[in-house]
């Protein structure tokens, strides 16, 4: 073995170190990168190899590496205050976060050019609905419950969701909806309203019993079918398991627009706005869980905004600290936070903490990340960006093994198949995405395929010439998987 920096670190580390979602045994053939710094879109190996971060390290680096006004917030922060913790205690930049995060959360009524009113048959089979998904009456989201990681705030979205029926006398209702190939995170809960069966089953015996509902994802569509017909035909669906479960339901969880993690599934935005006035129909929450697609990934600030809709609780993380720190945050409606509002003795506070929750230096990153997105026009640039990705992946569609190309703002996937015609998947073990990685790594590009799915999520300071690496190297890597 060679004697550099980077190998001597990749041995250590494999001795001592023991990698999230990993089979360690891999590492016998696929190299361990050590990574000694990052600036922008790259990522730079101690012995000068760099990598193109095409997946932005797991969707957290939102505008890319050591963004200038972000390190210069947490160099501040951290010659006036590290940590204490926000029982009791309070401190600027959480109350700030707080205002901020309130103040750019989606608005009822408030997306005239894109509010999408619920197509006329969904209206229709609404008799005596409170139409609360038209939007017009959507609760504002006004109320900001800090967490420090993704899987953290689905758990305080279901547990907020179950006290609040709770504490309204309706203890009932105990079980969860969610959808088909959704992603919420690893712990207990979170995992209990995933579905995505290689980290699922496993744990299956230890989980809640959630129902889940057909997803609206556009990929799984019948033939002739558009993205906005599967939705309409989801709905109905979802609302016969309404009729059924709503009264021991506490709430619906999903992903706005794009189920991540379950293959970068898309679907058309009208299904949230039906599934908003479903939820206000058969009266149960909604979590909209934008941890991956919130701040600007799909082409909105917020995914919910695509639909018109607002969610009765909205759990963000990843993106939120462009990638710095370990931050999340739940916001939800005045009338939830008063469902816990009352004498001590009444029993009804949400006794929830994590040890680092809201901490100070994390949420200067956080309001540091809003500020860019505030001052700079991040998004227009992104509209740019994502229409030059969708030109240079066009051509793959005619790809004999490429079933769908698919995107939506700054998420793009490519799906590889054995059968076009059929769509009939390439064996699992057979591990193809496993050989775009590899031929990414050797050509300065981080891709990680999920399963078949080669998808692209770069941070919003990848330029065009680097996107026109970025997919030719994919396309090699595709043809060599493929042969
Ligand atoms: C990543 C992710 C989570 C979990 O976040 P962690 O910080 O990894 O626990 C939850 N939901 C979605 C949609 C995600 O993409």
């Known amino acids: 073995m060679d004697n550099t920096h980077a190998s001597r670190l990749a041995a250590r580390d494999l001795a001592v170190v023991w990698h999230p979602c990993t089979q ?74 707080a205002e901020e995060l309130v103040r750019i959360a989606p608005k009822p009524g408030a997306f005239p050019s894109m509010r999408a009113v619920p197509p006329p048959a969904l209206r229709e089979e609404v008799p005596g609905g409170r139409r609360r998904g038209s939007v017009v009456e959507s609760a504002p989201l006004t109320r900001v419950f800090y967490a420090d990681n993704g899987s953290s705030a689905i758990e305080v979205a279901l547990k907020l969701s179950f006290h609040y029926w709770r504490n309204l006398g309706r203890g009932e209702r105990t ?33 809640l019993d959630p129902i889940f509902a057909p997803s609206p994802d556009a990929y799984e569509a019948e033939p002739g079918e558009s993205p906005a017909d599967c939705a309409r035909r989801r709905l109905g669906e979802l609302r016969a398991i309404l009729e059924r479960h709503a009264h021991e339901t506490c709430a619906i969880i999903v992903e706005p627009l794009v189920q991540c993690a379950g293959g970068m599934r898309m679907h058309d935005a009208s299904y949230l706005t039906g599934l908003r006035a479903l939820c206000d129909e058969f009266d149960i929450h909604l979590i909209a869980d934008e941890i991956a697609v919130g701040f600007g990934r799909t082409g909105t600030l917020f995914a919910c905004e695509q639909g018109g809709i607002v969610p009765d609780f909205l759990c963000l993380s990843k993106g939120l600290t462009g990638g710095t720190m370990a931050l999340s945050a739940v916001l939800t409606t005045a009338q939830i936070y008063e469902a816990f509002y009352a004498e001590y003795s009444a029993g009804k506070a949400f006794l929830h903490s994590h040890s680092y929750t809201g901490n100070p230096i994390a949420c200067r990153a956080a309001l540091a990340t809003l500020s860019v997105l505030r001052d700079e026009p991040v998004l227009e640039r992104n509209r740019a960006l994502a229409a030059h990705l969708a030109a240079r992946i066009a051509p793959l569609k005619d790809h004999p093994h490429v079933a769908d190309v698919r995107q939506t703002g700054m998420i793009a996937a490519i799906e590889l198949v054995k059968d076009k015609r059929t769509r009939e998947p390439f064996p699992a073990a057979e591990r193809r995405g496993l050989r775009v990685y590899r031929h990414g790594l050797e050509n300065e590009m981080l891709l990680r395929p999920l399963g078949n799915i080669v998808y692209f999520m770069p941070p919003f300071c990848i330029t065009p010439d680097e996107i026109d690496r970025m997919v030719a190297v994919a396309v090699e890597g595709i043809e060599r998987a493929l042969a």
Not at 68 to 85: E, G, N, S, T
Not at 186 to 195: K, P, R
Request: hydrophobic content about 45%; overall charge negative; some cysteine.
């Open 175 to 207: 079980r969860f909806i969610a959808l088909t190939g959704g992603y919420h995170g690893e712990t207990l809960g979170a995992l209990s309203v995933t579905d995505v069966a290689l980290y699922r089953n496993t744990y299956a015996a230890l989980l």
């Open 24 to 97: 360690m045994h891999d590492h016998e053939t696929l190299p361990m990168l050590p990574i000694a710094r990052a600036e922008g879109a790259w990522l730079y190996g101690p012995d000068g190899g760099r990598w193109l971060d095409a997946v932005s390290s797991w969707w957290t680096c939102l505008l890319g590496h050591r963004h200038p006004r972000i390190v210069a917030a947490l160099k501040d922060q951290l010659d006036r205050l590290d940590h204490v913790m926000l029982a009791g205690f309070t401190h600027e930049p959480a109350i700030e976060l």
